[in-house]
């Protein structure tokens, strides 16, 4: 049930990829409003997740995850009836906020079910069944949008929300997340090795830039190269296929190989598979970008299921929704970021940038080789 909620929120949020050409189409976008209109999402779910976790661990992760995914079809529903700019930033306002109660809950409840380092294969488990949402959802919503309009395909979109919010509720049994109470104030969620931790989320941050930085630019890419509305949702889908392979898989390798050759090995493939794609014409484009989709998300994997090594048990629910947030902010950020680069300068150069950010992880990541020692 976990991995059937993180499919919907993560197909939820990955759909906007192909709405925003569709945006910046109709009302005359730039690269950098594009960006915005990713910052208002992502910004929103960066400032949920945390207070998601905690409500969870108050009221139930049942009951404020089916909130959670009843709130995104309230925001892609405003969305999809008014059809003005003013409504889709609310609406992806709402939407985000919406978004930020799956991953700090459902990472808690999985990581609970699986101690020790089976939780790295358990999580990666666990990712890999987001990005089925991210093939299926985006794919979906370029039928629909090409068929009917964007308007329309966001509203099927909330009915969709609507009836998962229900399957959450009716289906998943409650389970408590236990926090100490009497914790002092002062107390860090890595409070076991503190510094791996930190240094495990600058990594994230970093591998996060990159995958949204990517991401942004992937659909201008391809219309670009010649790709018409259901091509750019067949190409999001390719990508996406290879991420959710490339997170079942590094969930496995990252727990025979180590963390530290498993990041390293996916953080240069990312760097050279992403500035391969950007001579290639469009078929040959298409068929590179489940490799590059490996490459871009196989990280994620390895870095959610090496948090709990460095956490205790009874503050990983915070731990993870600090985690997740700092991923969102960085979600939030490096796409307008991004976008202004682009428009400073070109596609191709700002694409080169994103790819290269990628490299800066391995220092990083070499400097936690002590963490798993002890």
């Known amino acids: 049930m976990c991995g059937g909620a993180h499919a919907l929120h993560d197909g939820f949020t990955d759909l906007l990829n192909v709405l925003y050409p569709l945006l910046q189409a109709q009302f005359g976008l730039s690269y950098a409003a594009i960006g915005a209109f990713k910052t208002v999402y992502s910004g929103a779910m960066a400032v949920g997740q945390i207070p998601s976790g905690k409500l969870a661990v108050r009221f139930g992760g049942v009951k404020v995850l089916a909130i959670g995914t009843a709130l995104i079809a309230v925001g892609y529903g405003l969305a999809g009836l008014t059809g003005s700019l003013y409504g889709v ?21 999985v990581s609970a079910a699986y101690s020790g380092l089976r939780s790295r294969t358990a999580l990666g488990t666990y990712n890999f069944t987001g990005d089925v949402g991210k093939v299926l959802l985006p794919a979906l919503f370029a039928v629909i949008a090409a068929a009917l309009g964007w308007q329309q395909a966001l509203i099927v979109i909330a009915a969709l929300a609507v009836l998962g919010a229900g399957v959450i509720l009716g289906t998943l049994k409650p389970v408590p997340l236990h926090d100490k109470g009497d914790e002092p104030k002062s107390a860090v969620a890595g409070q076991d090795r503190p510094w791996a931790y930190w240094l495990l989320f600058s990594i994230h941050i970093a591998d996060n830039l990159v995958r949204t930085g990517f991401l942004i630019f992937l659909p201008f890419l391809l219309r670009d190269k010649g790709a018409d509305l259901p091509t750019i949702g067949l190409g ?3 990508l996406f296929a290879g991420g959710a392979a490339g997170k079942l898989v590094m969930g496995w390798v990252g727990e025979k190989l180590g963390v530290v050759p498993s990041v390293i090995l996916t953080e240069a493939a990312t760097t050279g598979l992403i500035l391969l794609l950007l001579p290639l014409s469009l078929p040959l484009a298409l068929v590179l970008l489940p490799a590059v989709g490996l490459a871009l998300n196989g ?28 991923g969102s902010v960085a979600g939030a950020t490096g796409p307008f970021l991004a976008g202004l680069l682009g428009d400073a300068t070109s596609l191709p150069i700002a694409l080169t940038v994103v790819a290269c950010i990628a490299l800066t992880t391995v220092p990083m990541v070499w400097a936690l080789r002590p963490a798993f020692r002890s």
């Open 89 to 109: 930033v609310i609406g992806l306002l709402l939407a985000g906020l919406g978004g930020s109660t799956q991953h700090p809950i459902g990472s808690s409840l």
């Open 236 to 238: 999001l889908s390719l």
């Open 299 to 326: 990280t994620s994997s390895v870095l959610y299921g090496t948090v709990p090594e460095f956490v205790s048990p009874e503050k990983r629910t915070h731990a993870f929704a600090i985690f997740y947030t700092g």
